[in-house]
T-cell receptor
């Protein structure tokens, strides 16, 4: 497709289960970003990839969170042993390259709404 | 501590009214972006401001970057229901290329 695609759009899981969230970036975009949006915290950065490497993982909230990117394209965000505080919308964005703001246009997907019961 | 403070948090107005929302910080930024997010969608970039004092117009939306590059404002003239959404300002994070967002202003424009 023409835009960033995320799946599933909604995910309901039980506390303690693992979940995988998928992001398909815009074709040809080398940079990929994961963010989390919750009511109390707003939109928070989690991790970004340049190609298959993750130079900045500073936003991952705990070691239960991990992400990988393969083939410079699809990325998966995995949350292990989910907790209720993990409930949020997880947004993925991509850009042609990782660069500073003046030249950085990030294109966002519609997100995955995760609910942990 | 929130790097970017946005105000007001919520705003409900009638069609045709004018409004201004603000994005403030104590830090200086080389550039700043404004996004709009509609329900169930991801944020969409509206504008990037780079120069202190810069004013950019996008139809009925006017964006201004403060002279000291610490703050920005978004003014909407004659608001329309289609302007409804969450308006977010963003700057580069200290650690690199990721974005650091304010918490946003949620705007509701009723007919």
């Amino acid at each position: 497709g023409a835009g960033v695609s995320q799946s599933p759009s909604n995910k309901v899981t039980e506390k303690g289960k693992d979940v995988e969230l998928r992001c398909d970036p815009i074709s040809g975009h080398t940079a990929l970003y994961w963010y989390r949006q919750s009511l109390g915290q707003g939109l928070e950065f989690l991790i970004y990839f340049q190609g298959n490497s993750a130079p900045d993982k500073s936003g991952l909230p705990s070691d239960r969170f991990s992400a990988e990117r393969t083939g410079g394209s699809v990325s998966t965000l995995t949350i292990q042993r989910t907790q209720q505080e993990d409930s949020a919308v997880y947004l993925c964005a991509s850009s042609p390259m990782a660069t500073f703001l003046a030249k950085n246009i990030q294109y966002f997907g519609a997100g995955t709404r995760l609910s942990v019961l | 501590t929130q790097l970017l403070e946005q105000s007001p948090q919520f705003l409900s107005i009638q069609e045709g009214e004018n409004l201004t929302v603000y994005c403030n910080s104590s830090s200086v930024f080389s550039s700043l972006q404004w996004y709009r997010q509609e329900p169930g969608e991801g944020p969409v970039l509206l504008v990037t401001v780079v120069t202190g004092g810069e004013v950019k117009k996008l139809k009925r939306l006017t964006f201004q970057f403060g002279d000291a590059r610490k703050d920005s404002s978004l003014h909407i003239t004659a608001a329309q229901p289609g302007d409804t959404g969450l308006y977010l300002c963003a700057v580069n994070s200290n650690s690199g290329y990721a974005l650091n967002f304010g918490k946003g202003t949620s705007l509701l424009v009723t007919p």
